[in-house]
T-cell receptor, first 112, second 115 residues
């Protein structure tokens, strides 16, 4: 069954620590995205990738990094530079950029 | 600045009743408008997608309408069920322009269906 898998579902970060959120898709989609969702706010774009080995900053990229070494995988690293990382992180993919997106079930990141 | 505003912020209705959620947007130019359903702790799932030329689109008990002239959309839920309890998010897409943020997300309407 095709879809997007995010892991872990819950993640805790200590001060000064980098953490990596996993996103894997088996939909053969070229485009992948990372969003951040905070209470009372719309989803905000962190990074996106139109094709393997390419990615671009979104609206709120500071304190985050990504890689796209494989078509299926688009991991997001939340670095210690991100001072307010507590949020629900959603990964999405699309056949191509600007096509309808399919979302994973998210990772909730909290600070210890 | 492109904005998408949804109302009401939250809504409680009895099972079996109908309801209508509103979405007003200022995104211009406009490519398409999407409604998503997001269950608590899950990712959004697409309900409908409408282009500029479409006035209405249905997906089972969900019917979305679009008035591109007034920049308004609504999502009507018929004969609500307990499983309809979720957040409903309106998303407006701008045509491809090479910029990073092509989608503008609303903050959602939280719907609770009760017995």
């Amino acid at each position: 069954d095709g879809g997007i898998t995010q892991s872990p579902k819950y993640l805790f970060r200590k001060e000064g620590q980098n953490v990596t959120l996993s996103c894997e898709q088996n939909l053969n989609h070229d485009a992948m995205y990372w969003y951040r969702q905070d209470p009372g706010q719309g989803l905000r774009l962190i990074y996106y990738s139109q094709i393997v080995n390419d990615f671009q900053k979104g609206d709120i990229a500071e304190g985050y990094s990504v890689s796209r070494e494989k078509k299926e995988s688009f991991p997001l690293t939340v670095t210690s530079a991100q001072k307010n990382p507590t949020a629900f992180y959603l990964c999405a993919s699309a056949v191509q950029f600007n096509q309808p997106q399919h979302f994973g079930d998210g990772t909730r990141l909290s600070i210890l | 600045k492109n904005q998408v505003e949804q109302s009401p912020q939250s809504l409680i209705i009895l099972e079996g009743k109908n309801c209508t959620l509103q979405c007003n947007y200022t995104v211009s130019p406009f490519s398409n408008l999407r409604w998503y359903k997001q269950d608590t702790g899950r990712g959004p799932v697409s309900l409908t997608i409408m282009t500029f030329s479409e006035n209405t689109k249905s997906n089972g008990r969900y019917t979305a309408t679009l008035d591109a002239d007034t920049k308004q959309s609504s999502l009507h839920i018929t004969a609500s069920q307990l499983s309809d309890s979720a957040s409903y998010i309106c998303v407006v897409s701008a045509p491809w322009s090479g910029t990073a943020s092509k989608l503008t997300f609303g903050t959602g309407t939280r719907l609770q269906v009760t017995l």
